[in-house]
């Protein structure tokens, strides 16, 4: 096999210096034994800083952490708080387990794809929205549900509730 026909090796990035004195804040709540703990705490920084959880940043937070770079990537795969390609400026989670299926959770995700031009999981073409379906937010009382940009949760999401949500975040668009 020719090189050109060899998959390309993932490089790990190399953090700056900020970035490395919070992973060491998070690093020093743990037994010294236990770095790995601390993992979730790092992969939220890493998203807060670079808008995303890229392959590489698991590669470095795996190496800095002392970690197979799977059981990082198993962890940012598992919980859908990590981003792992770009997103718009506000993420919509839609729940759509069980109970919020049953008081209209995926009719509220179909107006919210519907209303912005988007599939679930895509992106709308201005760049402001990303919806994504959810499992549970722990909110089934309050369903359907939704939770904007992994913060803000908001409840009994009727079409009209969603709609001006929507109109909220486009009025908020340019400003962070």
């Not at 020719?2 to 804040?25: K, W």
């Not at 970690?67 to 990082?72: E, F, I, K, L, S």
């Not at 990590?82 to 959770?105: A, D, H, M, S």
């Not at 895509?122 to 549900?145: I, K, N, R, Y």
Request: glycine residues 6%.
């Amino acid at each position: 096999m020719n090189a050109a026909a060899q998959p390309a090796q993932l490089q790990a990035i190399e953090f700056a210096p900020a970035t490395l004195a919070r992973f060491d804040r998070e690093v020093a709540k743990y037994p010294a034994d236990q770095r790995q703990s601390a993992v979730m705490a790092c992969l939220a920084i890493i998203q807060q800083e670079m808008g995303h959880v890229s392959h590489e940043s698991e590669l470095a937070l795996a190496h800095y952490l002392g970690m197979a770079p799977m059981a990082v990537h198993e962890v940012t795969t598992f919980y859908n708080m990590y981003n792992q390609e770009p997103v718009g400026r506000f993420k919509i989670n839609v729940c759509t387990n069980l109970p919020c299926q049953l008081r209209g959770g995926q009719a509220a995700l179909e107006h919210v794809c519907s209303q912005l031009g988007v599939a679930p999981g895509q992106t709308s073409a201005d760049g402001l929205f990303t919806v994504q379906a959810s499992e549970c937010m722990g909110a089934c009382a309050d369903a359907p549900v939704a939770l904007v940009n992994d913060r803000t949760m908001c409840s009994f999401m009727s079409h009209e509730r969603l709609n001006d949500l929507i109109g909220l975040l486009r009025k908020q668009g340019g400003n962070p």
